[in-house]
């Protein structure tokens, strides 16, 4: 789904631009397309020699559910002392949290194609546990306890 704007970057870019198939939900639940674009990124850095690449101008980038792997990995390359740094990261419409459906974004993009808010938790649901059955819960925001909103409200918060 992604080849032609992948070639598109990389022309435009002069870059070489990997693009990891990862495994779906729901019948690959989480976390198993993390390990996929992990393990991807792994093996490219550590075999970055054989592609002629600088190992100072590797960027990892993703939209949606990518942008959150693209994330994910980068946070857990980022200590990595073993393997070369990653120059940036692009993040492209990510999902990033899960806490609060019912943010401004959420709100005011409630009804824009392509990704209502619903669908963005009905896949959310997909991703995580491979099934929808409290997708209701999480749109009314009870399926995170009182105290846990309480600790991350400093970040995840209309303010």
């Known amino acids: ?10 022309k435009e870019s002069d870059s070489l631009v990997v693009s990891v198939g990862y495994r779906l939900a729901p019948e690959h639940k989480y976390p198993a397309a ?4 992990l393990s991807a990124t792994q093996h490219f850095l550590q075999h970055l020699q054989h592609y002629a690449v ?3 101008r590797v960027t990892v980038c993703g939209d949606s559910a990518g942008g959150n792997l693209a994330a994910a990995v980068s946070q857990t390359l980022a200590g990595r002392s073993d393997l070369p740094r990653l120059r940036a990261q692009i993040l492209i419409y990510p999902g990033l949290q899960a806490l ?3 943010l401004p974004s959420y709100q005011q993009n ?24 409290n997708l209701e819960e999480v749109l009314e925001g009870s399926h995170i306890p009182p105290d846990m909103r309480l600790k991350y409200r400093k970040w995840v918060s209309p303010d």
């Open 1 to 10: 789904s992604h080849e032609r704007i992948c070639q598109y970057i990389a």
């Open 34 to 37: 993390y390990e996929d674009c």
């Open 54 to 56: 600088d190992p100072a």
């Open 100 to 102: 609060d459906f019912n």
């Open 110 to 133: 409630r009804g824009v194609p392509l990704l209502f808010r619903e669908r963005a938790v009905f896949y959310s649901l997909q991703y995580v546990q491979g099934d929808t059955a």
